[in-house]
């Protein structure tokens, strides 16, 4: 909920990120520490949660922290980071957050 003291513009910028990128669930599992089973970590939507297949699209946050949406501290799917993790992401992902 936004405050009186927040415009609208002000409340997204909290929870969007400055980058992410979309990937389907069957990219992300050959790492072999992805989770055999996914849980949404954090759900705070007020949707209901989804049903993960391998064609199911994700975000990989700036933070390397995978998301169902674009929004960076909401609905986390995985949150293990760790230097294995950001090298399996760069290497074989190719994920890089640009340079702004």
């Known amino acids: 909920m936004v405050s009186a003291s927040e415009n609208p513009t002000q409340a997204l910028s909290k929870t969007i990120g400055k980058y992410c990128k979309a990937y389907q669930i069957r990219d992300l599992s050959t790492f072999e520490q992805w989770p055999q089973v996914i849980d949404i970590l954090k759900h705070q939507s007020s949707e209901r949660p989804p049903q993960f297949i391998p ?3 994700v ?3 700036e933070n390397y922290v995978v998301t169902v949406s674009i929004f960076k501290e909401r609905d986390i799917i995985f949150d293990q980071v760790t230097p294995e993790w950001q090298t399996f992401c760069r290497d074989v992902l190719g994920f890089q957050v640009p340079k702004f």
């Open 55 to 57: 064609e199911t699209v």
């Open 59 to 61: 975000y990989l946050q």
